[in-house]
T-cell receptor, first 113, second 112 residues
Framework: DAGVIQSPRHEVTEMGQEVTLRCKPI?????LFWYRQTMMRGLELLIY????????DSGMPEDRFSAKMPNASFSTLKIQPSEPRDSAVYFC???????????FGQGTRLTVV | GDSVTQMEGPVTLSEEAFLTINCTYT??????LFWYVQYPGEGLQLLLK?????DKGSNKGFEATYRKETTSFHLEKGSVQVSDSAVYFC???????????FGSGTQLTVLP
């Protein structure tokens, strides 16, 4: 398996623009997680899905952030409008329902200028 | 709620030195415990895990033992290499929540 695939790897955008981050989980994994990593706050869980259904989105910072999982093989994290403080590395991870081990993608480094 | 506390970094060692990175946790149930490693520019990779008390996880010369009595899961390696330079994260999973709770990470730099 190719592992968790995220795109793009790097994104630079201007403040106010919409940004969409994409994730393809490992085939057969039923849980998907979005994390954000910054120097100041470390690794934060934003939202996670189980069987394509959002279970806990309490980590989503504000209404500008939204996440969807239309099917078992694809998820998006959207920021609209983006702000400079959203600059971070965003990771997607997936795991089997019966397992607690999570596999991470390589991340998307987002820079909002 | 669940929480993980790691020793403050950064940690700088010479090659072949002994490594210990402390990790303690707070959880209501019987969590599984993990160490993840993040190399520069990459995502987190599972290094080792332990699912019950007294289990020892090991991989690539690293070891950690699940100590329920001290709620700890310290990471150790007898002889570090330059290639071990990375950020190390301790994490736990409460099975009912299924999500991972991470520590703040410890930056390790190994000098030749």
């Amino acid at each position: 398996d190719a592992g968790v695939i995220q795109s793009p790897r790097h994104e630079v955008t201007e403040m106010g623009q919409e940004v969409t981050l994409r994730c393809k989980p490992i085939s057969g994994h039923n849980s998907l997680f979005w994390y954000r990593q910054t120097m100041m706050r470390g690794l934060e869980l934003l939202i996670y899905f189980n069987n394509n259904v959002p279970i806990d989105d309490s980590g989503m910072p504000e209404d500008r952030f939204s996440a969807k999982m239309p099917n078992a093989s694809f998820s998006t994290l959207k920021i609209q409008p983006s702000e400079p403080r959203d600059s971070a590395v965003y990771f997607c991870a997936s795991s089997l329902v019966a397992s607690t081990e999570a596999f991470f993608g390589q991340g998307t480094r987002l820079t909002v200028v | 709620g669940d929480s993980v506390t790691q020793m403050e970094g950064p940690v700088t060692l010479s090659e072949e030195a002994f490594l210990t990175i402390n990790c303690t946790y707070t959880a209501t149930g019987y969590p599984s415990l993990f160490w993840y490693v993040q190399y520069p520019g990459e995502g987190l990779q599972l290094l080792l895990k332990a699912t019950k008390a007294d289990d020892k996880g090991s991989n690539k010369g690293f070891e950690a033992t699940y100590r329920k009595e001290t709620t700890s899961f310290h990471l150790e390696k007898g002889s570090v290499q330059v290639s071990d330079s990375a950020v190390y994260f301790c994490a736990l999973s409460d099975g009912s929540a299924r999500q991972l709770t991470f520590g703040s990470g410890t930056q390790l730099t190994v000098l030749p």
